[in-house]
């Protein structure tokens, strides 16, 4: 059957009202609540280090809450589409928290200075220049998870869907795997190499970055058990 210009309209207009008032709505409030309380809750006296905690840790559970819908969806053996708008959605604000996080966290270890997170003070000290320490890794990391999610945002919308199709379209969002990646490697980086956080802190991202790998691989093994258990014609 072949939807109409108008019909469409008001399919994507009522779709857009449900993702605003089921998706939009309690991911905010949900943010808004998280980001407000971790900040409230920290002992710091910096306003901009309680501020660069706070987006934290709610944009990685976020992000890993992007990767648990597909793994889901395998094993509660339900339809599991190349765009889902929960999984959207939750990317959308994931990146919102993670863009809010870079913007502030330019600003706590080298106040004024945040070229200094990327190459050394001193650069004729130094064989390489760019910071090749713990540090420098955390920074550089966590930058170029900045950029894949800004680039992830741009694309999270049904006109590049649309113009891109659906299997390129598709390719250019699994770089949310490496997203990922990048923002454990820059978290844990953070919490054990410089800012040595408290044991239940450590333990709240290691518990969510092992459930989302846990789910990954178990999705993993679903599909390919589904894959074989499909017997070629003429077999």
């Known amino acids: 059957m ?14 857009l009202r449900r993702r605003l008032l089921q998706h939009h709505l309690p991911l905010f409030l949900l943010s808004c609540s ?11 006296k910096d306003a901009v280090m309680k501020a660069s905690f706070a987006t934290a840790y709610p944009a990685l559970f976020l992000l890993a809450a992007t990767l648990l819908i597909g793994p889901l969806n395998l094993l509660l053996r339900r339809r599991n589409p190349v765009s889902i708008d929960l999984r959207r959605d939750l ?24 070229w200094l997170y990327y190459i050394y003070d001193h650069p004729s000290r130094h064989i390489l220049p760019i910071r090749h320490d713990v540090f420098g890794l955390a920074n550089y990391t966590g930058a170029l998870c900045t950029l ?16 891109l199709g659906t299997r390129p379209w598709k390719q250019l969002q699994r770089w949310n795997y490496a997203a990922f990646v990048l923002l454990a490697i820059h978290a844990l980086a953070y919490e ?28 993993y093994v679903q599909r390919r058990r589904a894959r074989l258990s499909v017997t070629p014609s003429g077999a």
């Open 34 to 44: 998280s980001v407000a309380w971790i900040y409230l809750t920290r002992p710091y």
């Open 91 to 114: 990317g959308i604000w994931a990146g919102i928290l993670a863009i809010a996080h870079t913007v502030v966290g330019q600003n706590v270890h080298l106040r004024g200075r945040p």
């Open 2 to 15: 072949v939807v109409s210009g108008p019909e469409r309209s008001v399919v994507q207009q009522a779709r």
């Open 192 to 219: 054990e190499g410089i800012e040595h956080q408290k044991i239940p802190w450590f333990a709240l991202t290691i518990a969510g970055l092992a459930i989302t790998l846990l789910l990954q691989l178990a999705g």
């Open 148 to 163: 894949l999610v800004l680039l992830l945002l741009a694309t999270s919308n049904d006109v590049s869907l649309r113009r």
